[in-house]
């Protein structure tokens, strides 16, 4: 397993949750989000990292994660939302680093969307690997059952994704020292752009609510669009979200390495 020089304490962990003095971004509300999350070894997932990152761990374990979502009423700081693109799916796979700043975050290997402009603007301006994608949902009021299916584009139909998810409990706030919290209280994104700069993006919404989660139905093919062998197994952690409210704040240039 890689080395970590200073391991992120619980204080410095729960300092993320913060909300940084500066101006926003935007405004974004995220909703019936599902956790899923598998094993993989940590220095596998060291090896796929850029230089810089170190892969992050929970009692020596490290996870690949997908979530799902949906993304909801998008709007600048100054403006409202705007019909027609301030609503859209996405699908992403991460992971959980410490940047070069010694800060806990999230490294995405991929996200993917069916928003064209989405995938513009965020490679252009945050940097972030967004990938367009034929997507649809069908969502139950009554029960919460969430049905998401994603294709990304250019791919063949072996890596389409579906996913059929409710959920199966009360929703409450992670402990700061569980496994749980570990894997979704992360307001932290790592990127780097083309010359090679890393950036941290921060995030602020309430701690998550989240709920044990009814998994009908679920694929784990990004894992070999982002160079991971398949799990060939179910996987070992799931959590949903019913949705935050999301205060996005602008990029910030971390200091060369």
Known sequence: MPEVLTEPSLDVRLAQRRRPDRRLAMYQTWRELLFIHWEVDADVIQASLPEGLTVDTYNGQAYVGLVPFFMRNIRPWWGPRV???SNFLELNCRTYVIGPNGVPGVWFYSLDTDSRLTVWGARKYYHLPYHLAAMSHHYEQSSGRVEFSSHRNGTSGEFASRFVYQPDGEAIVTDARSLEFFLVERYILFAQSPDGRFWSGTVHHPPYEVSPVSVEEWDDSLFPLNDFPQPQRPFEHAL???????DVFSLE?????
């Open 83 to 85: 019909p027609g693109i």
């Open 240 to 246: 949903m979200c019913r949705g935050v409210d999301v």
């Open 253 to 257: 240039p971390l200091p060369a390495i």
